[in-house]
């Protein structure tokens, strides 16, 4: 998997709250680092801190995110 599509299954586990997509995506070493303001369970490092991020996150935005780094990913890529 390249970065773009990281970060689009990422963005699809926020979405769906798929479990086998989650353990395929995100690596068990994964931190939220925006866990500090989020609910205590999101805190939990791997894919289980992940989908405990899908019931609360704001879900009108994870489109709009999932373009933003889509795009970031292209560029980053085109700078290797």
Avoid: Y
Avoid at 10 to 19: C, K, P, Q, S, V
Avoid at 57 to 64: I, S, V
């Amino acid at each position: 998997m390249d970065a773009s599509e990281l970060g689009r299954g990422l963005f699809r586990i926020l979405e769906t709250g798929d479990r086998a997509l989650a353990a395929d995506v995100v690596h068990a070493d994964f931190r939220n680092r925006e866990a500090a303001v989020s609910p205590r369970a999101c805190s939990i490092p791997g894919p289980a801190g992940v989908l405990r991020m899908v019931g609360w996150r704001p879900t009108g935005r994870a489109k709009r995110a999932a373009e933003l780094v889509t795009a970031q990913a292209a560029e980053a890529a085109a700078q290797v």
